[in-house]
């Protein structure tokens, strides 16, 4: 079974509103990764992060790599229809070779 | 350019018969990925290949599934006498560099409904 926890499992805003997702692993993550699924599409990858406290930025949204690289978070500011879809982190376990997803985020916007 | 390229789209099987999924990975890709996906759910590995070597099969739910890459580029993932509950979505990924240390490129995906 998935090792890599997420929630919420739903969010619902209003667009404008922002929006955070968060990731939980048991296990130390050698990196972490965040993809986007929109309705009836395949996982599109958003970003890598891989050092202990790394965060990065790609326009209205930002995502943390914890202190001890066991947990991650999704923030996105001001909210858009376009950004409607379920967003999954994944993670390399120690040892591991292949990503472990977590049951992902939906976001559901109202206009 | 061309992306991860899965077939067939759909497939319908009746219990009991054996199915064969196949993917075109990203020309140059080391790694290949096929994931389970059930519906709200996020995608379950199956198992890893690093070129034509099968390097992680540990997410096979059982002897029934089978996956070959056989000339490391290529591949098709078997299960043998469907059951209800292989019904899914089967999920192909490349990757450029080994194991999961570089983006996952996604094919569309085959929906397998056993019925």
């Known amino acids: 079974g998935q090792q890599v926890m997420q929630i919420p499992q739903y969010q619902h805003v209003q667009e404008g509103e922002d929006f955070t997702t968060y990731c939980n692993s048991s296990t130390t993550l050698s990196n972490i990764q965040w993809y986007k699924q929109r309705p009836g599409g395949h996982p599109v990858f958003l970003i890598q992060?891989?050092?202990?406290?790394e965060v990065k930025k790609q326009k209205r949204l930002t995502f943390q790599f914890g202190e001890a690289k066991k947990n991650s978070s999704l923030h996105i500011t001001a909210t858009q229809t376009t950004d409607v879809g379920t967003y999954f982190c994944?993670?390399?376990?120690?040892?591991?070779?292949?990503?472990?997803f977590g049951k992902g985020t939906h976001l559901i916007i109202q206009p | 350019g061309a992306g991860v390229s899965q077939s067939p789209r759909y497939k319908v099987a009746k219990r009991g018969q054996d199915v064969a999924l196949r993917c075109d990975p990203i020309s140059g890709h080391v790694s290949l990925f096929w994931y389970q996906q059930a519906l709200g759910q996020g995608p379950e590995f199956l198992t890893y290949?690093?070129?034509?070597?099968?390097?992680?099969k540990s997410g096979l739910p059982s002897d029934r599934f089978f996956a070959e890459r056989p000339e490391g580029s290529v591949s098709t993932l078997k299960i043998q006498r469907t059951q209800q509950e292989d019904s899914a979505v089967y999920l192909c990924a490349s990757s450029l560099a080994d194991r999961g240390r570089s983006p996952l490129h996604f094919g569309n995906g085959t929906r397998l409904t056993v019925t």
């Open positions: 994944a993670g390399v376990r120690g040892g591991a070779d292949g990503l472990t």
């Open positions: 290949f690093q070129n034509e070597a099968q390097l992680d």
């Open positions: 992060l891989v050092k202990s406290g």
